[in-house]
């Protein structure tokens, strides 16, 4: 199913001024599995390697915290914020996100193959070698997000996705269909494809965006008059 672009995703229906900081973030995780986390403010803590599969936290905001390789396989986050926080070569398969915003995080090598994203939001985020391998998204948007190298495979249960200034180089599209977007702002330089582009066919591209795929069709670009190899 090709992707249909996006509104802007409903925002997390979360109010800062009525949270607790009444817990410790990696206790917080470790202690959901059964219980859900609510209501909840995390300033700068860490959860690094934190063992939390299946957690669920609802109504939250995270705050410059560093999650990296945390497993959260599985896990569910509903109504959460998540603001400069540190997500690297977490484990987050599987995992449940509505109503959230990821604004200026880090997810290099994160690995949410598999992971459902309902009205969600990424802004100015580091996603490079991220695996969104057979995601299901749904009502989501990427602004000026670096998913360089990151793996995008497979991804077709689509609806009403958008992609706003981001750098998708060297980027594994093959099998993420993305007719109807309008890509103009984007960087395709080295993007892996299907033989024959069939991902990009629909989309909204520039001139000079389509001359960085032509290789990938096979074509041999030169100059009239310049020799051939």
């Known amino acids: 199913m090709p992707m249909q672009k996006a509104p802007l995703p409903a925002r997390p229906n979360v109010r800062e001024e009525e949270l607790l900081s009444d817990l410790a973030l990696c206790e917080a ?5 059964g219980e859900a986390v609510s209501g909840r403010l995390f300033s700068g803590q860490e959860a690094v390697w934190a ?14 915290c560093a999650l990296s390789g945390a497993d959260l396989r599985g896990a569910s986050f509903v109504d959460v914020v998540f603001a400069r926080c540190d997500f690297s070569n977490a484990r987050l398969s599987q995992a449940f996100f509505q109503r959230v915003r990821f604004v200026g995080c880090k997810l290099l090598g994160a690995d949410a193959s598999e992971a459902r994203l309902r009205g969600a939001e990424f802004t100015d985020c580091q996603m490079r070698l991220m695996n969104l391998t057979q995601a299901k998204l749904q009502d989501v948007s990427f602004s000026r997000c670096d998913l360089s190298e990151a793996a995008l495979r497979e991804m077709r249960e689509c609806r009403r996705v ?35 582009l069939p991902e990009v066919r629909g989309a909204v591209l520039t001139p000079l965006q389509a001359l960085d795929l032509l290789p990938a069709l096979g074509v041999i670009l030169r100059e009239e008059g310049e020799p051939l190899p």
């Open 29 to 33: 995780l470790e202690g959901a599995q």
């Open 162 to 196: 958008s992609f706003a200034d981001c750098d998708f180089t060297r980027a594994e599209l093959a099998g993420t269909l993305l007719s109807g977007l309008d890509l103009r702002g984007c960087v395709l330089r080295g993007a892996v494809f299907s033989q024959g």
């Open 51 to 64: 063992a939390a599969a299946g957690a669920e936290m609802r109504a939250c905001l995270l705050r410059g």
